[in-house]
């Protein structure tokens, strides 16, 4: 998953602009490339099985990407206004998706497709560098992701959750919040009366 998040910029070409500066040509290539989407609350974005084939920006709305066992569903992130997100394994590998992405919210997206992107990188050494830039920071961003849940207790985890994502706490249900900790909604209950 990708989730590069500060700063927040209106829309996916000035999220591009903020991370690397883009000559006229280059530009208005990958403008030309970007398109939008609208998805209503409940449409799925990404389909497990699926081949991951976009890279998008949440322009408004809010998305979750998550993984369902036999027995479970574990909710894996959560993108808000102003976040890139994919299923970043399947979009570079061009396999298909163990996760889904599923809108919590109506949402509005922009999106590049893997063709368009891989084009343009090859034309394009400034478009190159901010797709390496934006894995690079989907790395360091995972890799804190399973490092915090490793060794995290519940309570660490909703603190956690406050800090850097509170602002979402009215926007989604305690069952996804508490599959996002890694928790029962029991404990998450229980954690929430003591704050």
Excluded: W
Excluded at 94 to 103: F, H, N, R
Excluded at 115 to 121: I, K, M
Excluded at 148 to 154: A, D, F, V
């Amino acid at each position: 998953m990708i989730s590069p998040t500060d700063p927040k910029p209106s829309d996916f070409f000035q999220f591009i602009e903020h991370h690397c500066r883009l000559d006229e040509k280059s530009g208005s290539s990958l403008h030309s490339k970007i398109r939008e989407q609208a998805y209503k609350k409940g449409d799925i974005l990404v389909e497990e099985g699926k081949i991951c084939n976009k890279i998008y920006f949440l322009n408004t709305g809010l998305v979750k990407t998550l993984l369902t066992t036999d027995s479970r569903e574990f909710t894996m992130r959560f993108f808000s206004e102003g976040n890139v997100f994919s299923v970043l394994d399947s979009f570079i590998q061009q396999k298909p998706s163990i996760y889904d992405i599923v809108a919590l919210e109506d949402s509005m997206v922009s999106y590049i497709l893997y063709d368009d992107l891989q084009t343009l990188c090859q034309e394009y050494h400034q478009i190159e560098t901010f797709y390496r830039k934006l894995l690079s920071m989907a790395v360091i961003e995972m890799m804190s992701r399973v490092s915090h849940s490793l060794e995290e207790t519940g309570v660490v985890a909703y603190n956690r959750f406050l800090k850097d994502q509170g602002h979402l706490l009215q926007r989604i249900s305690l069952a996804d919040l508490a599959s996002y900790l890694g928790i029962t909604q029991v404990s998450l209950s229980r954690i929430r009366r003591v704050k």
